[in-house]
Every structure is written in C-alpha cells, then in structure tokens.
C-alpha cells in the first residue's frame, strides 16, 4: 500500500479510484504442502497491513490464456471438452496453459487457436484480464479476440486425454450473449470472452488493447514479495 503524502492526510478508501492494486503483504512463511503433475498447492502465513497474521492455502498457477475467434460473419469458435471436477462436457473458446518456458503469452495462444481448432487469425487484441479464482489460486488469465480467421491446412495437432475429441461449432455472437444470460454456458472464458466481445464491438472495437501490451498481474516465477 502507498504511504499517505508528507503534506496531507491519507485518502479514504472512498477517495481510491476503482482500479486494481498489485500490493504484496508479508509472507512470515511458506510451505509446499502438495506438488502435482500441472500445479503445486502452497500454505503461507501472511502478514496484513494492520498487523495481523492470517494462513492461507492457494494453489500456484503459470497463468493461462483463451482466444474468442471471431469469423467475418460474426460467429465465434467455441469447441465442447469434458470437465471432470464438474462432471460436465462445456462450449468453450480454446485455451491453455502457460506451461512452455519463456513463450510468450501472445504465441501461446496463437498455438491453442491451431492445436484445440486447427485456426489461425491475422489481427490479435488483448479482450479481458483477470484472475480465474482469487480466492484459492494464482492464476491469471488474458482472453485474446483473434480476427480474420482462417482454417490452417495440413496435419492437424493430436490431442490427449479429453483434448483428443473436441468438436468444433461456430455460434453466433448474438446467440451466444443470450445463451450466457439463461444460464446455458458455464466456461468462464466464454462467457467473459462473449461478453467482452459484445461490449467491445458495441464501441467499434475502440476500447481493445494492442496485444502485446504488459501483463504484470501475471507471476510465471511465483507470487511476488512485499
């Protein structure tokens, strides 16, 4: 947290505009309670800004990124994979991992689009960041629109586990805001991706951001120290 100006008395959380703040408390200690084949589960006992101690259990994520890919007519990509902890098979806008070392997030999905639809797309923009579940994780999420898409030719990217069949719909924009707001797609970047993209095509795709621009909520090396 900021230190309050030498010539004035700290503003009130009413005077703080409504944006995010990347501020790391004191971790007193830190404990690997599980390693997993994906992610670890860590145990940190941190320090609050009022001096209180609280433990808390998190699982530490490398970040993942999603595509909403929008064709010339309006329709967007999603494909259908099995959710275990759900229990349920999902429509969902293709993502993954930001498993590879020192690739970029942009190239990362730029590869997803080709392994989980077998697409390439022209022009890319940053849509939407945020935290999948902040609550119990680390991970942060950047949703890419990919525009002018195009089928890719050749062999296409053989699969494992769910990812070996996942077919592939185009749905209308419009359709698909309608179907997020009865409650028929459950997949958070869909229905994040959808609605952003609604919202952003809504302002003639003014508001979007270059893709490449800095994404420092994201903590590839771990949860940074106060």
Avoid: K
């Amino acid at each position: 947290m900021s230190a309050a100006p030498q010539n004035g008395p700290a503003r009130t959380v009413s005077q703080v505009a409504a944006v995010d703040e990347i501020s790391p408390q004191t971790v007193v200690d830190t404990e690997l309670i599980f390693s997993g084949r994906v992610w670890d589960v860590r145990t940190d006992t941190v320090r609050l800004s009022d001096g209180s101690e609280v433990v808390r259990e998190y699982i530490c994520h490398p970040g993942a990124v999603g595509i909403i890919a929008l064709d010339d007519q309006d329709r967007v990509a999603l494909v259908r994979q099995y959710r275990h902890p759900v229990s349920s098979f999902l429509w969902e806008a293709p993502a993954g991992l930001l498993d590879v070392d020192d690739e970029p997030p942009l190239l990362s999905a730029q590869r997803e689009l080709f392994e989980e639809a077998h697409l390439q797309a022209r022009t890319w923009h940053v849509l939407v960041d945020y935290y999948n579940s902040p609550g119990s994780s680390s991970e942060a999420f950047r949703c890419y629109l990919a525009r002018d898409v195009s089928s890719m030719e050749g062999e296409r990217h053989a699969g494992e586990g769910e990812e070996r069949e996942m077919p592939l719909r185009w749905v209308p924009l419009d359709d698909l805001v309608a179907r997020v707001f009865r409650g028929d797609l459950h997949n958070p970047t869909t229905v994040a991706g959808v609605l952003a993209t609604y919202a952003a095509r809504a302002g003639d795709w003014a508001a979007l951001r270059g893709a490449d621009v800095p994404w420092p909520e994201r903590f590839p090396d771990g949860l940074p120290s106060a």
